[in-house]
């Protein structure tokens, strides 16, 4: 089993910037695909940025490209989400993700254990 925690979510002004990041406990995931998402009230999970096993695979959805980066430190056992140029859409609350598999292209169905969810306020 994998338990994944998630922190730094907050509020933050447009323009601004937070990391998150997602600690994942019970046995490692150095070789497992990683992903974040997002869920707002009323609407389906959608994925917002994953990297492969080995790290060296990445992808973003559209809408966050260029602005968020996707990291991990295996040492750690954690991943990371840098967000930059935060904009009031991007206010959801975001959810870590680790997949049995190494790599991952981003359907909530390839990740078999979840985060709690941190959230993520951007104010105009």
């Known amino acids: 089993q994998v338990q994944l925690v998630e922190s730094g979510g907050g509020v933050v002004q447009a323009g601004g910037s937070l990391r998150l990041s997602c600690a994942a406990s019970?046995?490692?995931?150095?070789?497992?695909?990683m992903g974040w998402f997002r869920q707002t009230p009323g609407k389906e999970r959608e994925s917002v940025a994953g990297?492969?096993?080995?790290?060296?695979?990445?992808y973003y959805a559209d809408a966050v490209k260029g602005r968020f980066t996707i990291s991990r430190d295996p040492a750690k056992n954690t991943v990371y989400l840098q967000m930059n140029t935060l904009k009031p859409e991007d206010t959801a609350v975001y959810y870590c993700?680790?997949?049995?598999?190494?790599?991952?292209?981003?359907?909530?169905?390839?990740?078999?254990?979840w985060g709690q969810g941190t959230q993520v306020t951007v104010s105009s």
């Open positions: 993700a680790a997949s049995m598999a190494t790599f991952a292209i981003g359907r909530t169905s390839e990740y078999n254990y």
């Open positions: 019970g046995r490692t995931v150095s070789s497992s695909a």
């Open positions: 990297i492969s096993g080995s790290g060296t695979l990445k």
